[in-house]
Nanobody
Framework: VHLVESGGALAQPGGSLRLSCSASGFTFSRDAMSWVRQTPGKGLEWVSSVGTVPRDTLYDELVKGRFTISRDNAKNTLYLQMNNLLPEDTALYHC??????????????RGQGTQVTVNS
């Protein structure tokens, strides 16, 4: 399993970013996928998950209405569209192979992460 995130950057409050996760080494279309985030001093925090069916999505209450998870099975790529960013969204974002129930498990395969920093 190989997961590579990209798209993280410095953004202003209220701004937008789109994260991508390129997946390889497994049959992407057959697995639920998730985004988690990590800040210094905190453990992994679940953000969002998408099932094998793209419309099957779940969001943490902190991001619901602002973030949109999606997947392109033809491109083996997972996305996270982040709108109306808040300073508290600052974190290292990882994509994870697996759904909500395993997303924060240390055994769940995840990428190295992409840094999102929100400040003015």
């Amino acid at each position: 399993v190989h997961l590579v995130e990209s798209g993280g950057a410095l953004a202003q409050p209220g701004g937008s970013l789109r994260l991508s996760c390129s997946a390889s080494g497994f049959t992407f279309s057959r697995d639920a996928m998730s985004w988690v985030r990590q800040t210094p001093g905190k453990g992994l925090e679940w953000v969002s998950s998408v099932g094998t069916v793209p419309r099957d999505t779940l969001y943490d209450e902190l991001v619901k209405g602002r973030f949109t998870i999606s997947r392109d099975n033809a491109k083996n790529t997972l996305y996270l569209q982040m709108n109306n960013l808040l300073p508290e969204d600052t974190a290292l974002y990882h994509c994870v192979k697996g759904g909500r129930s395993v997303a924060t498990s240390p055994r769940a395969p995840r990428g190295q992460g992409t840094q999102v920093t929100v400040n003015s």
